[in-house]
């Protein structure tokens, strides 16, 4: 640890000494003060170094939210070491290609998504050590041997958490058709988490609802933005709108972040029953103008505040309150620099859209072994976003869509890149080619669509080529539409004309 430095275990260290007594996270019948999570993450921590865990190393983890998972951030950040938190809905080789770029010395997996590496251990050279929470056949050794009881002073080395090294990696969709691994570092996180104290005032009085999973950076920054404040997180495994409504109602909950339709569906949950939500106070995520609304009419004690954000930016970089300026997304939150470039990176003026790039304590550290695309992303002093918008007088950001480059769609919150589902659709022996974008969807925000041409004589149905994806990659990332088409247009040059495509076919 250095002079200078403050690091998420100087965090967890003041919250138990100034809130020992107070819960730090729920989680079904378990409630943890801060107390008791410091010393948790103390045992863990000296646990994993008893499994040669040090400065850099790399932990794999696969499951749902739990209080492990908890714990595991803490530890890794205890010993500087780096935690890989795997989307356990990707298809079993989508892990697998994961795992195999980080190259981590122990993996930590759920019972339920052991099954997601069984049968490929031997091909994961770098894994020393693997645990299953919750159970679990070989190779996967009981969790709790990484909590045994011997004496955390003994086996515990130094703190080892510089704030500005790497701390997590969040793997973004396959742009290009590649995953790659987003290294965010401890001080960006507490910087982002810091934005959220400032814009909404949190203090040790306030509950985070923890709905969205701890592999996505939405989760992880809201648990740590309520953790700084010396307050507490309720955990849920999954989403389930009573079950939320009815954590909302018995713990107090004030704060939490959600994607479409997590919202709508709360309310749904509530319906008749308003004072169910009365103890919120501030939501934030993605979601309809329509479903907004319809919460600042039902809860009219609470704000949704819109942002911007992404995992390589640890978090939102413009936040405001949804009614000051509905479509917005914000204004530049106080410890970043936000601007919109043209393609020479000259800023644009207001009211023209561009590039968003971004400079601030929060940018990531870069990507995992992608030094090339590392240097392109951070080249001329700032971080590029590949996604275009547009400043107004007032200084609120309007987000306008995504560069030819980093083409995404967001189902539900979900990143997921055209090019995986179309290389996925491609193998379909009836499929000649094919285009994906996203289209605007009611229920979640923004749904997949394939529009394909079939080779000569080859047919097709619609719900084929869904299954087929869905064999193939993750199931979230299969078309919601399919649109057959006898043929695809062309450019001049030949080439697909994607743009004419979207034209012709970019609504349901």
């Not at 996270?25 to 999570?37: I, L, W």
């Not at 648990?223 to 107090?252: C, D, N, S, Y």
């Amino acid at each position: 640890m250095g002079l200078r430095d403050f690091a998420l275990i100087d965090v967890i260290e003041r919250n138990a000494r100034l809130h020992p007594h107070r819960a730090a996270f729920v989680c079904g019948d378990e409630r943890v003060t801060h107390a008791a999570y410091r010393a948790r993450v103390e045992r863990l921590a000296a646990g994993l170094a008893r499994a040669g865990i040090g400065s850099g190393d790399r932990i794999v983890v696969l499951s749902p939210n739990n209080l492990e998972f908890v714990d595991l951030y803490g530890a890794v950040a205890r010993l500087g070491a780096i935690l890989v938190p795997i989307n356990w809905r990707l298809s079993a080789e989508e892990v697998f290609v994961i795992a195999a770029d980080a190259a981590p010395k122990i993996v930590v997996a759920e019972a339920g998504a052991q099954p997601l590496l069984q049968g490929r251990h031997r091909a994961l050279s770098s894994v020393e050590r693997w645990y299953g929470i919750g159970g679990g056949a070989a190779p996967f050794a009981p969790y709790s041997e990484l909590m045994a009881a011997e004496a955390a002073d003994e086996t515990l080395p130094p703190a080892d958490s510089e704030a500005s090294a790497g701390f997590v990696m969040i793997y973004t969709a396959a742009v290009g058709g590649r995953p790659r691994g987003a290294l965010l570092s401890q001080a960006g996180l507490i910087a982002a988490g810091m934005q959220l104290l400032h814009c909404w005032s949190l203090t040790a009085e306030d509950v985070n609802l923890g709905a969205l999973p701890l592999f996505h950076v939405a989760g992880l920054g809201m648990l740590m933005a309520a953790q700084h404040a010396g307050g507490a997180t309720v955990i849920m495994p999954k989403f389930e709108a009573a079950a939320a409504v009815a954590h909302i109602r018995r713990e107090r909950i004030s704060v939490l972040a959600e994607f479409a339709p997590m919202l709508g569906a709360l309310l749904d949950a509530a319906e008749g029953r308003a004072g169910d939500l009365a103890s919120l106070r501030m939501v934030t995520g993605l979601d309809s103008a329509e479903t907004i609304m319809r919460f600042e009419r039902e809860c009219p004690q609470a704000r949704f505040w819109a942002v911007y954000g992404q995992a390589e930016t640890s978090g939102f970089v413009t936040m405001g309150p949804f009614r000051d300026k509905p479509g917005a997304a914000g204004r530049p939150t106080f410890l970043n620099t936000v601007v919109v470039l043209d393609e020479a990176d000259n800023e644009v003026a207001l009211g023209e859209a561009g590039e968003i790039a971004v400079r601030g304590p929060a940018v990531f550290n870069g990507y995992w072994n992608c030094a090339s695309d590392t240097a392109f992303t951070f080249r001329n002093g700032w971080h590029h976003t590949g996604d275009y918008g547009v400043f107004d007088a007032d200084g609120y950001l309007w987000y306008k869509g995504r560069s030819p480059a980093k083409e995404l769609i967001k189902p539900g919150g979900e990143n997921v890149y055209p090019v995986e589902v179309e290389n996925a659709i491609a193998a379909h022996p009836a499929i000649a080619e094919v285009v994906v974008l996203g289209v605007p969807d009611a229920q979640w925000g923004e749904a997949i669509k394939a529009v394909c041409a079939c080779k000569s004589g080859q047919t097709a149905s619609a719900q084929e080529v869904i299954d087929f994806v869905g064999s193939r990659i993750a199931r979230y990332k299969r078309p919601k539409y399919v649109k057959f088409v006898a043929a695809l247009p062309r450019t001049a040059a030949g080439a697909i004309d994607r743009a004419k495509v979207k034209d012709e076919h970019g609504h349901r």
